[in-house]
């Protein structure tokens, strides 16, 4: 079995790390018994953190019901848990396997191909196999084994002799009238009575809360009688809406009784009154929870398309005659109508008998994208994402697993989709890095986008206007197929976009210190014209910036180059990546200036100061902090959209793909919020977020504008935007990359650490850097391979409550990366477990705060 695409363009995939998944016997005792010889077992995954699948021998009773992707309940260290066949397999001897004691689904609940996608991903990441599965499955599924207690023979007889309030007398009437829950006490008192004999701790299972939404119908039992009824006459049918009522039944296939008795006051009795007369009668049948379903913004299907969307559909279809894995990159422009493209490609592929995914950064994208796609395509779509609840996810899941669907938009979980004939995998905005789950399972869901398509020998096409500097590098070296859209729609021009220079603002010159007097002024002509702004700043909360009022620079790690952060209360300055600290400086270190200065900003600052500067303009805010709410963004997009807000301020997510016409002028308040981000990637995602922003300026028939405001005018992220450069951009911080040696030229991972107190994380942390430093040491040659950076206190030193440090390792040789994470997760086990620090390993890292 073929479980890693090993030529994977975009993995060299970790062939040499240690292959993570082995099978063996569960750790138990010896098995009870189990027949020798040749037999069926079936290779399981269970849900413990442990990286082994294991064997299991399957009993009579289940054979027929034990399928790949079923889920079973099995044995192991003494106690029951849920596993994930993932195979069927011969075994030469079954000595030592123990059975399992239970199938869960009467269906698998994925095919193998996902299997083998789960497999992949817990290696590439170092994540337990069962926990990448369980958390891949829609939430609700998972049923968890409770203790249960239950009074035997001797418990019973010494019951009855127990003075009436004694604890224990309460104890155990409680759980002889409980045979089958989880008793309320402590289980140390529990365990107690079982040593005694009085009575047996058992498993039981608990039910998930999510299944399928079952509901009661009603529909005619004896179709002839009702309509005989009701061609007799009103006689017989005397009471108050009985005619209406039945011939609402007939005319329908079945009924929802809530339905009934919303509509008719005697609902109740009605039904009652013809069932027992045997002419109407009630089913349960599951319902599908429509989770949004809206159509948003409804599009006109264009009459014909421009050359450059035939151009690149062309390409499209020729990739999916082929029936096999084609990793593509559109590289399109904003406006330059991608998402027709993708309705085309969608349509074709479904055309082949195939199935299509469509990924999009964000949540409320989802949405939108789904009004398009539903006008165009019907209701053969699912929404998947991370916003609906356990039981709408249940649904969707089951749906696309029977082939109910042909196209699952959503977020990043969306790649786990089970539609069991994918033949292609859109991801739209794919540099965006919304796509990288930061807790639990890390994963870039782009990433596993190009093996799921692998897998599954998909289409894959990946669309951006900024596309990442990995994926337009893959594309260079002709990994990825490059296809691109260079123009606008009908030419619409591209906005003009303007810099202002921050530096030259004088303290106390402007009313503002965040927003400048040509902004400003662009905006007063704009509310006068009756149209819309956009004002993006581009971090939540409020933000340092230290830099130099002269160049605008901001001081950078000598050994990082990464940007050093300002820490108000140390009035210092720190590389987040490898722990350099210095005071801060009056001088600038890059052209002498004896000027540099903290600037603060933030999004609800900017709110407020924009209220009081303009009373008569109406200002809303979209920021995480607001969005958290469940449908608060889709308000503020649809008040945005009817005009019914002039000013809309707001992190990155008003930059994400929406459409609104009526927005001429876009403003960024200090494009240097992002530059000054400790991550290599700043330049990257400075350069895409403002591309981005512009792309929303002028959409409709009026030409846009845009104003950048920033310190460092000169800097190339920054300069390539103003004239919508791309290539210019790539160019350049391809170089950097590569001299520094970060992705794509290079592998990163980084281990987090995160503790209680703040002088014991901090020891771990030193102690962790030394037994790496040793391991690699240990490897004479191959350890030169591997640069080790830190560790060091993470940007964000504390978070809900934990201290936090990191570290860094980097290495052209990902096979050797792997291991030595493997390795150090082993040689740390001890430390961690009495120090009770906690370590995370994030396997291409991306926020590195
Ligand atoms: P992108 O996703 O590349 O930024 P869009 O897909 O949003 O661009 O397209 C920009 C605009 O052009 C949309 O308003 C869309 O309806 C319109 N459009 C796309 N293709 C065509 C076409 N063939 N004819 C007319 N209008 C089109
Ligand atoms: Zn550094």
Redo the contacts with the bound molecule.
């Keep these: 079995m073929e479980r890693r695409p090993h030529n994977d363009p975009l993995f060299i995939g970790p062939d040499q790390a240690q292959s993570a998944c082995k099978t063996g016997a569960p750790p138990e005792q010896p098995g009870t018994g189990a027949a020798e010889g040749r037999r069926i077992c079936l290779r399981i995954a269970v849900s413990v953190p442990v990286r082994e699948t294991f064997s299991y021998t399957i009993p009579e009773g289940l054979s027929a019901r034990a399928r790949v992707g079923c889920r079973a309940i099995v044995p192991f260290n003494n106690r029951k848990v849920t596993g994930y066949v993932l195979e069927e397999m011969v075994q030469n001897s079954s000595e030592g396997l123990k059975e399992i004691s239970d199938i869960l689904d009467p269906e698998p609940l994925f095919q193998d191909k996902l299997g083998h996608f789960f497999e992949w991903m817990a290696d590439y990441y170092i994540h337990p196999i069962g926990k990448v599965i369980e958390s891949a499955l829609p939430g609700g599924l998972n049923m968890n084994p409770v203790k249960a207690a239950r009074l035997t023979e001797r418990g019973l007889s010494l019951l009855d002799g127990l003075p009436s309030n004694s604890d224990e007398k309460k104890l155990l009437s409680w759980i002889k009238a409980h045979p089958e829950k989880r008793p309320p006490w402590p289980l140390q008192k529990i365990y107690g009575l079982q040593k005694r004999g009085l009575l047996i701790l058992e498993d039981r299972m608990k039910k998930g809360r999510a299944g399928p939404l079952m509901r009661k119908f009603l529909k005619t039992k004896d179709h002839g009688e009702l309509e005989h009824l009701l061609a007799e006459g009103a006689d017989s049918l005397k009471a108050k809406n009985e005619i209406e009522f039945l011939k609402t039944i007939l005319d329908s296939k079945g009924i929802l009784l809530g339905d009934l008795t919303r509509k008719f006051s005697n609902g109740l009795y009605l039904v009652k009154k013809w069932t027992g007369r045997g002419v109407l009668e009630a089913f349960i049948a599951a319902v599908y929870r429509d989770p949004a379903g809206k159509i948003m913004f409804p599009?006109?299907v264009?009459?014909?398309?421009?050359d450059q969307?035939r151009r690149t559909l062309g390409h499209i279809r020729e990739c999916l005659d082929s029936k096999s894995f084609f990793p593509c990159l559109l590289h399109?422009?904003?406006?330059?109508?991608?998402?027709?493209?993708?309705s085309r490609a969608v349509e074709y592929a479904i055309g082949l008998g195939r199935q299509a995914i469509l990924m999009v950064p964000e949540i409320s994208l989802v949405v939108y994208m789904e009004g398009f796609f539903r006008s165009r395509l019907g209701n053969r779509i699912a929404v998947y994402h991370s916003g609906l609840t356990r039981g709408e996810r249940y649904d969707q899941w089951v749906r696309i697993l029977k082939g109910d669907v042909d196209l699952v938009i959503g977020a990043r979980s969306a790649i786990f989709a089970p539609l069991p004939r994918l033949g292609l995998i859109i991801v739209?905005e794919e540099h965006d890095s919304s796509y990288k789950q930061e807790e639990y399972l890390r994963y870039q869901a782009r990433d596993m986008a190009v093996v799921r398509a692998k897998i599954e020998g998909a289409l894959l096409l990946l669309?951006s206007?900024t596309p990442s500097i990995q994926s337009y590098q893959n594309g260079i070296v002709g990994r990825y197929r490059l296809l691109s859209?260079p123009d606008?729609?009908?030419n619409?021009p591209l906005p003009d976009v303007e810099v202002v220079d921050l530096k030259a603002m004088e303290d106390g010159q402007s009313e503002s210190e965040m927003i400048s007097p040509v902004l400003r002024e662009a905006m007063d002509q704009n509310l006068a014209a009756g149209n819309q702004t956009m004002l993006f700043l581009n971090r939540r909360g409020f933000h340092r910036l230290f830099l130099c009022r002269s160049c605008g620079k901001s001081i950078r790690c000598p050994n990082c180059d990464v940007a050093l952060t300002y820490h108000l209360k140390e009035d210092s300055l720190k590389c987040h990546y490898c722990g350099f600290y210095s005071a801060t400086q009056r001088k600038c270190p890059s052209c002498g200036f004896d000027g540099l200065k903290a600037y603060g900003f933030g999004t609800e600052r900017l709110e407020q100061e924009l209220k009081e500067m303009l009373p008569g303009a109406r200002v809303a805010r979209m920021d995480t902090d607001i969005t958290r709410k469940k449908g608060q963004a889709i308000k503020i997009l649809k008040g945005f959209s009817r005009k019914e807000i002039d000013i809309l301020v707001g992190t990155q997510m008003i930059t994400k793909?929406y459409?609104f016409?009526g927005v001429t002028l876009v403003g960024v308040i200090a494009a240097d919020l992002s530059l000054a981000f400790p991550d290599f990637r700043a330049g990257e995602r400075t350069f895409q977020v403002l591309s981005q922003v512009s792309?929303r300026a002028g959409?409709g028939s009026q030409k846009g504008r845009v104003i950048v405001q920033t310190f460092n005018p000169d800097h190339y992220a920054i300069s390539t935007v103003m004239s919508h450069d791309y290539r210019s951009f790539f160019e350049k911080e391809k170089k950097l990359r590569e001299q520094l040696g970060y992705p794509p030229f290079s592998h990163l991972a980084s281990l987090r650490l995160q503790g209680n107190g703040k002088g014991e994380t901090a020891e771990v942390a030193h102690s962790l850097g030394v037994m790496t430093r040793e391991v690699l040491g240990r490897w004479p040659n191959r350890g030169k391979e591997v640069q080790v950076l830190g560790p060091a206190e993470a940007a964000l030193s504390r978070l809900k409550g934990k201290y936090r440090w990191q570290m860094l390792v980097k290495s052209k040789n990902v096979s050797l990366l792997h291991h030595l994470l493997l390795e150090i997760e082993r040689i740390s086990r001890k430390l961690l477990k009495s120090s009770g620090v906690g370590l995370i390993s994030d396997v291409d890292p991306y926020q590195m705060t």
Excluded at 332 to 342: C, L, Q
């Design positions: 599009s006109a264009p009459v014909r398309l421009y969307q399109g422009v904003t406006g330059s109508g991608k998402t027709e493209v993708y739209d669309g206007g859209m606008r729609i009908e619409r793909g459409d016409p792309g959409r």
